[in-house]
């Protein structure tokens, strides 16, 4: 599998070991982070449908910019740093939903945006503190 981040590309955190639960395909990216194999955003959300969890989608995306042109290196480092941002929430997926190239006065840079997504079996979402003692739970049980 390509770890070549685009835009509709999933990562999941692999502590809850969600992916590992539904069968779906990942490869490590960074940290906890794995790059879901499933295509995109949506393809992920019909395959969790049919297996009856959910996926829901937070409104609001998060933003990373850096100098310099698109790169799988640079861009690594901006979606390191909104998952920093993003973090205590405590979602299990981030979806890119932008990676934009521009020039300023002949400077290259780069804006990566993406939106927190969120698999679980209820349909209606957890709150914060659930889905942390969720998180909690789960690492335990790896051991």
């Not at 509709?8 to 940290?31: C, F, H, K, M």
């Not at 503190?129 to 909690?136: F, L």
Request: one cysteine or more.
């Amino acid at each position: 599998m390509s770890q070549e981040i685009q835009v509709g590309t999933v990562l999941i955190d692999n502590r809850a070991s969600i992916a590992q639960a539904l069968g779906i395909e990942s490869e490590g990216y960074v940290g906890t982070w794995s790059v879901v194999g499933a295509g995109n955003g949506f393809s992920l959300d019909r395959k969790l449908r049919a297996a009856g969890w959910n996926f829901f989608f937070m409104a609001g995306a998060a933003k990373a910019m850096f100098f310099g042109s698109v790169g799988a290196k640079n861009i690594r480092k901006a979606l390191k740093r909104i998952l920093a941002e993003t973090s205590d929430h405590n979602f299990n997926c981030l979806e890119v939903t932008g990676i934009t190239a521009k020039h300023f006065l002949g400077v290259p840079y780069t804006s990566v945006s993406a939106n927190c997504r969120h698999i679980q079996h209820s349909c209606r979402l957890d709150d914060i503190q659930q889905r942390r003692t969720n998180q909690k739970d789960a690492k335990w049980a790896r051991g």
